[in-house]
């Protein structure tokens, strides 16, 4: 099996390095000055648990995703496509941070920015 053949769950570290990334992306995300906002009332212990979950199934993971389906959890909340394009790029940049290569990083983005419309309400 070589390395493209593995599931990128296993390739960006599995569930402990999936679980480290997403606490440092939102202590990104939560000094961010735009993005802020979006969390002030958010508890934040169930929003990382949340997006462990929703990740490391996406990734290709064991785990499955019990939280609301995207586009009702983001309905309403004046989520623009410059927020969600500041929301992957702090991502990106934690990916990067934990040393994932720059193949895996690209495709862990694809699959985020494939979300974009359910996030932002847009439908085209």
Do not use: C, W
Not at 71 to 79: K, S
Not at 91 to 99: H, P, S
């Amino acid at each position: 099996m070589n390395v493209s053949e593995h599931p990128l769950y296993d390739r960006v570290g599995g569930g402990s390095a999936i679980e480290a990334i997403i606490r440092a992306f939102y202590d990104r995300v939560l000094k961010d000055v735009e993005l802020k906002p979006f969390f002030e009332h958010t508890q934040m212990d169930k929003q990382r648990a949340m997006q462990n979950e929703f990740l490391s199934q996406a990734l290709g993971g064991s785990t499955v995703y019990t939280g609301k389906p995207l586009a009702y959890a983001h309905q309403g909340r004046g989520i623009t496509t410059q927020h969600f394009a500041k929301f992957v790029q702090h991502f990106l940049e934690t990916l990067r941070e934990f040393g994932v290569s720059v193949e895996d990083a690209d495709e862990v983005i694809s699959k985020l920015n494939a979300l974009s419309n359910e996030i932002t309400g847009k439908s085209y």
